[in-house]
């Protein structure tokens, strides 16, 4: 079992800028994909941007341009860099990342986009 663990959630004003951070309990070096997802209540879970083992993103229309999903290894962890941050913005971001032996999320990091 690998355990996420995201942070950097919070209050943001629009415009401004976040990096969310998402640490796993296990290296990431052979996962296969790994990023963010969001959810707002009442609907459902959407992508925001993964990148797989080649660094090839994929995202959603809503952030291109505005998203960044990197990696450290290191420290195994995940980070999804936002700016340009709008009030549909605002929603739980949760860490995903696949393995060959599974498929884990973190418990989710509240971002709130509001003067």
């Known amino acids: 079992q690998v355990q996420l663990v995201e942070s950097g959630g919070g209050l943001v004003q629009p415009g401004g800028s976040l990096r969310l951070s998402c640490e796993a309990s296990?290296?990431?070096?052979?996962?296969?994909?790994m990023g963010w997802y969001r959810q707002v209540p009442g609907k459902q879970r959407e992508l925001v941007e993964m990148?797989?083992?080649?660094?090839?993103?994929n995202y959603a229309d809503s952030v291109k341009g505005r998203a960044t999903v990197s990696r450290e290894n290191s420290k195994n962890t995940v980070y999804l860099q936002m700016h340009s941050l709008k009030p549909e913005d605002t929603a739980v971001y949760y860490c995903?990342?696949?393995?060959?032996?599974?498929?884990?999320w973190g418990k989710g990091t509240l971002v709130t986009v509001s003067s």
């Open positions: 995903n990342i696949k393995y060959f032996r599974g498929t884990y």
């Open positions: 296990s290296s990431i070096v052979s996962a296969h994909t």
């Open positions: 990148i797989n083992n080649g660094g090839i993103a």
